[in-house]
């Protein structure tokens, strides 16, 4: 009995010693061998989302949280992240993160079945590359969406949908603007735009107008009307298509209201007014001089109106007013 | 398997007791890693560095420890508290010594502690009464073995990737199907030794 619980215990004993002495080895390695990894990296490296998708353009989010810390790449680099993120990575790397706006991605096509004629019926499996190599797919636009969901196939994050008129449409609230859609659409009909951009051109079309317009009847025919009416000269026809500058558009609508097909999407009805706040408006005029509408009129030092009507709630006046006197609603 | 000459162990390991291939040795990195070549050759490096480290090692445990002390049947546990701590040395040495092949092994590095293919090399150098000489060369050549099954299964499979499978068969299926079909192919060595 007693060699029984003798030979427990040395077998035990073994072991333990077996293992006291590795970890003092380890230990002892891993004093000897420490490498200094900045704490910063650590921290970065909690923060992100951790989906090591890629989208930044290094390998891992491992590789994003190095390169932050080294400087390479910019706290705002993690696009999945967004704003939040962005504010995280900055208050540990000691900087301001800046407008870091977020981005989305967007299906640059309004050619439904009922606006875009088909050129022959498809009947082949659905997936837009196999599709496109049939002489560029059924639809009689070269540039549209064919909505037979490839790049909802591939969105990770379930934001893309094939909705009732057979067209592509991005949720905003999920996309993380991880590009892996823009990069699947074989007609890359997929952009991103800024997130909360109303105005928008939704078309693709790079083909001149007559044509354009024979196959689509949303389609930009690049008139070039827009160009000319933009107060702010955000909007340019590039390539027989009107393209948007985001960082100078202030979403005042103009070019949807002056489109001759509608190409360029806005919702009216959520434009912003200008309105002066009586308190607080001293009458300096600079409201009235920047306006680009000539819809705001008033005396020097006296309070200023705006006339709704020609208001198309384009923000400059807000931006210019010394004394905040003016609010978008 | 006594005597067996160096060259005989060797064409053994890696053609004829293939660890992956005839043994089933090491099966989760060999469907876990196998996806891309570079990946499957980074891990059949780090599994042939820690698998040669890991046989002289556990021959030293086994008969500088075990053997005198009269407990072999601790073999099992003995040889895996070897190998968990030789895999954590390794990589806080390679951190240190040399950070490349450290990122280039990544995390298969940490994995190797629970690949069963080196716990049952550490055995079966055991049970064939192996010398010192024998052991090092026959756990290099395994290791050589499961890299070799490895990296030719990730050629197939990313062949497989890019063709057209049915459907119930994508994945997975196909894969075990495929490392089955190299199994059978593996049996013609049979007779060679």
Redesign the interface.
């Known amino acids: 009995m007693t060699m029984d619980i003798m030979s427990i215990l040395?077998?035990a004993g073994?072991?333990g010693v077996?293992?006291l002495l590795?970890?003092i080895?380890?230990a002892f390695?891993?004093q000897k061998?420490?490498?200094e990894i900045d704490p910063r990296v650590v921290a970065v490296r909690e923060v992100v989302p951790g989906a090591n998708c890629g989208a930044c353009g290094y390998p891992g989010c491992d590789g994003f949280s190095n390169a932050v810390v080294k400087g390479i790449a910019p706290v705002n680099g993690c696009p999945v992240g967004g704003a939040e993120c962005a504010k995280n990575i900055a208050s540990i790397m000691g900087l301001d993160a800046g407008d870091s706006i977020k981005q989305v991605a967007k299906v640059l096509c309004k050619g439904d079945e009922d606006k875009c004629s088909n050129r022959f019926d498809y009947e082949g499996f659905d997936s837009c590359v196999a599709a496109n190599m049939l002489n560029g797919g059924p639809k009689s636009c070269l540039y549209g969406c064919m909505g037979l969901g490839t790049c909802v196939q591939v969105c990770p994050f379930d934001a893309i949908h094939i909705n009732s008129k057979g067209l592509a449409e991005v949720d905003p609230e999920k996309c993380t603007a991880c590009n892996k859609c823009i990069d699947a659409c074989p007609k890359d009909v997929i952009t991103l735009v800024p997130y909360g951009q109303l105005t928008v051109v939704d078309c693709n079309n790079k083909d001149k107008g007559p044509m354009v317009k024979k196959n689509c009847s949303v389609a930009c025919i690049a008139c070039g009307i827009c160009e000319k009416n933009c107060p702010f000269d955000a909007i340019h026809v590039v390539n027989n298509l009107a393209v948007i500058d985001y960082d100078k558009c202030t979403n005042c609508m103009v070019c949807v209201e002056k489109c001759p097909t509608k190409a360029i999407e806005g919702d009216l009805s959520k434009r912003k007014k200008a309105s002066i706040i009586d308190d607080k408006c001293i009458g300096c005029t600079i409201c009235a001089k920047n306006c680009p509408v000539d819809a705001i009129t008033g005396e020097l030092k006296k309070v200023h109106e705006i006339d709704q009507s020609k208001c198309i709630g384009c923000g400059v006046c807000e931006a210019k007013c010394p004394k905040d006197a003016i609010e978008m609603k | 398997m006594e005597h067996a000459s160096l060259f005989v162990i060797m064409v053994s390991a890696i053609l004829v007791n293939n660890f992956v291939l005839s043994r089933f040795l090491g099966i989760c990195p060999f469907l876990g890693v196998s996806k891309q070549v570079e990946t499957a050759f980074g891990m059949g490096m780090a599994v042939t560095f820690v698998m040669t480290l890991a046989g002289i090692l556990t021959y030293f445990v086994q008969y500088f420890i075990l053997v005198p002390l009269h407990y072999e049947y601790l073999q099992t546990v003995a040889f895996i508290l070897v190998i968990a701590s030789l895999v954590q040395f390794v990589e806080i040495v390679l951190q240190k010594m040399s950070p490349t092949l450290y990122q280039a092994l990544g995390v298969f590095l940490p994995l190797i502690t629970t690949n069963c293919a080196v716990l049952g090399l550490a055995l079966l150098n055991i049970q064939y009464k192996f010398g010192l000489i024998q052991t090092v060369v026959h756990s290099f050549f395994a290791a050589i073995g499961f890299s070799l099954a490895i990296v030719l299964f990730a050629g197939i499979r990313e062949k497989i990737e890019i063709s057209d499978v049915p459907l119930p068969f994508k994945g997975f299926p196909v894969a075990l199907i495929t490392a089955s079909l190299m199994s059978i192919a593996f049996l013609g060595f049979t007779g060679l030794v």
């Open positions: 040395v077998a073994i072991l077996m293992g590795f970890g080895g380890l390695a891993s061998f420490a490498v």
